[in-house]
């Protein structure tokens, strides 16, 4: 089964795209890209393509304009090459973000159920569509009580495939309702796992083959309008990635303890395993995401756990190490304040309320990462110690 | 001839003889192999084979102690590098095996004594209690009532969540008795190879209940008030209110000592009185379920936390994590003898699970004490500082003490043998 043309335009993300651009898909990237600047010379394609990448930089929760016609086709795949050539992952991560949140935006203004259905189908996600709705539960949340129906059940294979990604803990499977292998699911959360899906479809993987990279970089910055298009996104990074890197790596060495130097996010947790008082799942992930990125010795942290009242060896062993071996990403300080894990305000932490001051940008800017903290704080303690040690050698030549 | 040729040479007598009886396990040309052999205590991965064939004459030439096979298929199973042996998917296993939960019959027949301290005692014990350290010599042991809890743990596997829930076709179900202490089942469907072990995870949290959020189910305090879960919501939140009815519909002392039990939930005597005197209230509100708040007499948000976390141990299933999760693991292969046991890794037919009785099984087909005999007897020394009770083929042996010697069936001696207690003269 194919979609139509008219929902392909809108979402050029579904398979179909292969069946009816089959002439796109059989060129080479570098012929399609000539041939796209060649189709849009008006500058229409490059102004869309930049529109991506400044909301991705600039935060925003969407892409203005966005529009469901044939150009965006060739956006789309277009900004898929630049992604690939770019081969920088945070801005990979940016764009896919912003992308798929439009997307969200975009199937949820669907009024017609009939969309929904066309692109799970062409997207081969096993699931039925319930009509007239059933009722699965009851949400007690509310005021009044409220009757959960929906016309939508996705496959449970499909289910976990989508949100396996997705930490919310209210997505995991054994808080859902699922039924003869079926989960039942409302369309907005439907929806938000078609994101998932759109996200995923835009993050690069790791490029093993940086020559052949480099080659096929090279022959496409022949093409002058991909070459300025390139060289603007790269300018605007420059300016706006102080914002988003903060995947440095503190180095943990044996007997040196630079636990003053953590935030006040983890001081916290830290302090209530200390006091033998439970912590939630989400901080326990966080924490051991955390020392994972400050490159802990696991003994180190599974030891830091045995606090925990229901602490059980085995079991913290191997998720700790399943955490190290997976490299995630510790939470950064938005996710943190959503999941009430910031502690910036009852700490009253300056760094955390105030942020730091960039030379580079001339400006006062907030702090987006609990690992960013660590550096600033190490940067300004051996500030410290260099301006004393300046300080004692003048005195000792008095 | 030492224990262990002899055991070698029995082995590789059954493989001979029963050869034919022997399954072929689904696509046994991509899944890998490994064998633990009985001259060192090392395991021999990346085998493969292009038939039941090769296998069998592995089988028949050197009787090894234990066989396995993958749960996962690849292009190149025989490939010694895990990269290259061209993953293509893996079965789901559930690995059920009382070592790892606690049975009451543990503290009876379970032994430990520690190497440090000389201390010993009885059940399941990871450290000495009197010096605490981890230097303990354990024996576990099996009876009737253990193997019982494991076929229990299947058949809540099986009808209380693969079918209903996951909506597992029978036909895609492999279930065996391992062998030794418990079950495997395995899901063999096309959808399910396709996971990857986070999401194997998800699974795994949905069958044992682990990671489970009262909060995100419902639980919450407001004004005081505590509101409770729905049996209306699909999923754990009716699977819970269910449990609890049928918990509440026993006589009170019997709930009164589910309550106190610490294994479960573990309240104190008083909770346990004021739970009992409300609990028709609350047998009733529930079952009706138009409201949901919550009312007992010291119970605040954490004792109802207490009391649901209790009643998720009671439904979730005790499975062995990792084994579902680890997409490279190795399972014994069906119709394969264990070298810990001498009994044979024996594939069961879901309806006739019920009657399936491991240690005393009737049918000739399903029984997995195949070196049965009642005439022929051997004499053997004990070695082991003690050894419990067993029962098997409905006769009791023992309990025995080191270095005294007895004469026992054909069958008894080769478990004895195996579970290396015990030496011939």
Known sequence: MSVSTDLLKHYPWLPSLQIYYSNIASKDPTAFIEEAFLKYPNGELEHRISKIFKAAFNNLEEIKDYKADELNIYLYLIVKILLYVLNNKPISNRVANTYSKQIYKE????????????????????????????????????????????????????????????????????HNALSEGYVYVQKKDLIRLLQEHVRRKLIVEEIKDENNLEKFRKDLLKIREFKELYGNILNNWELKKEDFEYSFKIGYKEGSDISNNFPPCIQDILRRIQEGMNIVHTERLFLVFFLHALNYPTENIIEIFSNLPDFDRKKTKYQVEFAKKKEYTPHSCSTLKSLNICKAKESKDKICLEGYYSKKLDMQKKLSHPLFYIQLKQYRNSNKNKANKTKIEKENER | MSDNIFLKRLFQAYYQEKQKEIPA????????????????????????????????????????????????????????????????????????????????????????????????????????????????????????????????????????????????????????????????????????????????????????????????????????????????????????????????????????????????????????????????????????????????????????????????????????????????????????????????????????????????????????????SKNITQKLEIVERALPVTKIKGSKYGPYVQGEKIEVPHHVAVFLLCKEVAKTI
């Open chain 1, 107 to 174: 199937l949820i203004e669907e009024n017609d159920d009939a969309n929904l259905y066309d692109i799970c189908k062409d997207l081969k996600i096993k699931f039925d569509f319930l009509d007239p709705p059933i009722e699965y539960g009851v949400n007690l949340n509310k005021e009044k009580r409220e009757i959960l129906k929906t016309s939508f059940k996705i496959y449970f294979t499909d289910y976990l495939k989508l949100a396996a990604n997705l930490h919310d803990e209210y997505r995991k499977l054994l």
């Open chain 2, 25 to 372: 396990v689904s696509s046994l040309e991509s899944r890998e192999f490994g064998f633990i052999p009985w001259e060192k205590q090392i395991m021999i991965r990346h085998i493969g084979f292009e038939s039941q064939k090769g296998l069998l004459s592995y089988l028949i030439d050197r009787g090894p102690k234990h066989v396995y096979s993958s749960g996962s298929l690849y292009l190149q199973p025989e490939a010694q590098h895990m990269e290259n042996k061209q993953y293509q998917g893996c079965d789901f296993i559930v690995d059920i095996d009382v070592d790892h939960f606690y049975t009451p019959c543990k503290n009876k027949h379970d032994f430990w004594y520690c190497n440090n301290c000389e201390a010993k005692g009885t059940g399941m014990q990871e450290k000495c209690p009197k010096c605490e350290k981890s230097k303990i010599t354990k024996l576990n042991w099996i009876c009737d009532k253990c193997l019982d809890v494991a076929k229990n743990e299947i058949k809540k596997l099986v009808y209380d969540f693969l079918i209903p829930d996951f909506g597992t076709d029978e036909k895609d179900m492999r279930i065996a008795f391992s062998g030794h202490r418990g079950y495997h089942l395995k899901v063999e469907s096309e959808e399910l190879r396709k996971l990857n072990s986070d999401e194997r995870r998800e699974i795994v949290d949905y069958l044992t209940g682990e990671n489970i959020s009262f909060e995100v189910l419902g639980l919450r305090e407001k004004s005081l008030m505590i509101h409770g879960l729905s049996k209306e919501n699909i999923g754990w939140s009716q699977k819970i209110i269910k449990k609890i009815e049928e918990i509440l519909c026993k006589p009170k002392t019997e709930i009164g000592n589910i309550l106190l039990d610490k294994n479960i939930f573990g309240f104190n005597s008083n909770l346990v009185t004021s739970f009992l005197n409300y609990k028709n209230d609350f047998l009733e509100l529930i079952s009706k379920g138009e409201i949901n708040v919550w009312a007992i007499e010291g119970f605040g948000l954490s004792n109802w936390k207490r009391f649901l976390r209790g009643i998720v141990k009671l439904i979730g299933i005790e499975l062995d994590e990792p084994v579902s999760i680890d997409i490279h693991r190795l399972i014994r292969y069906p119709g394969s003898l264990h070298g810990k046991t001498g009994f044979k890794v024996q594939e069961i037919e879901l309806n006739k699970l019920d009657d399936f009785n491991p240690l005393d099984e009737p049918d000739d087909k399903l029984d997995p004490i195949v070196f049965n």
